[in-house]
Nanobody, 126 residues
Framework: QVQLVESGGGLVQAGASLKLSCAAS????????MGWFRQAPGKEREFVSR????????VLGDSVKGRFTISRDNAKNTVYLQMNSLKPEDTAVYYC???????????????????WGQGTQVTVSS
């Protein structure tokens, strides 16, 4: 089992920055691919970003490329999402998730992930 707890959300104005954190406890954090997803009211859960177990490989969703950065600190069992130039359309509940490595899996799909945090609300006003 892995327990994930997100923090860092809040209410900001458009153009501002926020840094989300996701602290993991339980089994070995470095053994998991970590992802960030978000869900706005009335919409499906959307892939935001993912990072490999070592942090050497990252992927960003098209809607956040050039503005968001994902990173991880395996010594602190934490994954981060740095969000810059926030837009009102970034408003959502942001979730972090952990997945074991599975050959052929699509890590941009929520269904791939084994463990989820409770989410943190990000609201961007115009």
């Amino acid at each position: 089992q892995v327990q994930l707890v997100e923090s860092g959300g809040g209410l900001v104005q458009a153009g501002a920055s926020l840094k989300l954190s996701c602290a993991a406890s339980g089994r070995t954090f470095s053994g998991y691919i970590m992802g960030w997803f978000r869900q706005a009211p009335g919409k499906e859960r959307e892939f935001v970003s993912r990072i490999s177990r070592t942090g050497g490989s990252t992927v960003l969703g098209d809607s956040v490329k050039g503005r968001f950065t994902i990173s991880r600190d395996n010594a602190k069992n934490t994954v981060y999402l740095q969000m810059n130039s926030l837009k009102p359309e970034d408003t959502a509940v942001y979730y972090c998730a952990a997945s074991s490595l599975r050959f052929g899996s699509n890590y941009e799909r929520a269904e791939t992930y084994d463990y989820w945090g409770q989410g943190t609300q990000v609201t961007v006003s115009s």
